[in-house]
């Protein structure tokens, strides 16, 4: 059973930094690309980063220097590192695996982040 656990999320003022991390089980989180997306209020959910089973990464722009995401394959856990906050950064956060084998890919549950003074 695949699970996606996130954590990290919480209140920080602008500028301020955070890391989400998500906890992968039920599947081979080495052979799977990771990502994070994030929804805001009354907004479609978009992507925020990427990263393949090798380590390549992709970023949205309005993040691009700002996030970066990690994996490690060894604790199947992938890693935002979020700095330099933005109230525009306010969402919920969701991790997000995805194998070419398979005919969908999995959410997890969701992590707060509120980016106000």
């Known amino acids: 059973q695949v699970q996606l656990v996130e954590s990290g999320g919480g209140l920080v003022q602008p500028g301020g930094s955070l890391r989400l991390s998500c906890a992968a089980s039920?599947?081979?989180?080495?052979?799977?690309?990771m990502s994070w997306y994030r929804q805001a209020p009354g907004k479609e959910r978009e992507l925020v980063a990427g990263?393949?089973?090798?380590?390549?990464?992709n970023y949205a722009d309005s993040i691009k220097d700002r996030f970066t995401i990690s994996r490690d394959n060894a604790k199947n856990t992938v890693y935002l590192q979020m700095n330099s906050l933005k109230p525009e950064d306010t969402a919920v956060y969701y991790c997000y695996a995805r194998s070419p084998g398979w005919s969908t890919g999995y959410w997890g549950q969701g992590t707060q982040v509120t980016v106000s003074s």
């Open positions: 039920g599947f081979t989180f080495s052979s799977c690309r």
């Open positions: 990263i393949s089973p090798g380590g390549s990464t």
